[in-house]
């Protein structure tokens, strides 16, 4: 009997952790979600107070869709996003993340809302990209993010002057405005916001036909929840066909073509 009581206590104490999302969404009615605030995909309104931008709309729509309250649960810096996730202290990375091979083996993602093309932003640099790779070549990078993972494989010859996850992400471009890198890579409305703030010190494309890269804007999941991420990509479904989603990235895309739509719905 004694071992008995003992089991139920064990089981008890067990269930709320071994619970899964999607089981955790349902019986709470919510979607807690973890975020790093980052351009207009997602951001603190400095008058209002209130988080805004394509993301937020994307979101809310989903819960609006399913019946679920949307909880602004954490802000978390991008090292800490997955930690948060394995901890279940949200059940969603609810801003914008890109794919890269560290978080593909840590975690899952939800479709791709739209692409980012990053291209390669420079100061002074009168060369082609290709002259990027050679030691003598300082590369502005943020440890563990896309920007490490492209200078990686494009120039892997050249320096990294490398910035820790917790660093603003305007800094990659402010260490090619002040010549502490030659060039780093980033979506084009990020660095015409810096161009913006910073008109002395402004950053240009280097003169390629096309991006460096596509990225893939998604939401980052746990892994293994399969029938959360299931729920969540038949919402996203529907709102690319209803027009949401296209109407979310035209509200908050503040220069014309910053962004590439997911041809897979038009």
Do not use: H
């Amino acid at each position: 009997m004694r071992f008995f009581l003992l089991m139920l206590v064990f089981l008890s104490l067990a269930s709320p952790a071994s619970a899964s999302t999607y089981d955790r969404v349902m019986q709470k009615n919510e979607i807690r979600c973890g975020y790093t605030f980052y351009s207009v995909g997602l951001y603190k309104n400095l008058e209002t107070g209130e988080i805004e931008g394509i993301y937020k709309d994307v979101i809310e729509a989903v819960g609006k869709l399913l019946d679920l309250k949307i909880v602004w649960a954490e802000e978390v810096g991008w090292g800490q996003q997955i930690e948060g996730l394995n901890a279940g202290r949200y059940d969603m990375i609810c801003s914008p993340a890109s794919i890269t091979g560290p978080r593909t083996k840590a975690a899952d993602y939800s479709l791709t809302l739209y692409y980012s093309p990053v291209w390669v932003w420079v100061k002074d640099f009168k060369e082609v990209r290709d002259a990027l790779n050679k030691e003598s070549i300082k590369l502005s990078t943020m440890d563990g993010e896309q920007t490490e993972a492209m200078a990686q494989l494009y120039f892997p010859l050249a320096q990294r002057v490398s910035l820790p996850q917790s660093a603003d992400f305007s800094m990659l471009m402010m260490q090619v405005a002040t010549g502490k890198a030659d060039a780093t890579f980033a979506e084009p409305l990020p660095v015409y916001e810096f161009n913006e703030k910073n008109p002395t010190q402004k950053l240009k494309k280097i003169k390629d036909d096309n991006p460096l890269k596509l990225v893939p804007n998604i939401f980052l999941l746990k892994r293994g929840e399969g029938e959360f991420k299931a729920m969540l990509n038949n919402a996203l479904t529907e709102l690319f066909l209803d027009g949401t989603i296209d109407r979310a990235i035209d509200k908050f895309e503040k220069y014309p073509q910053s962004y590439v739509r997911n041809q897979q719905f038009e």
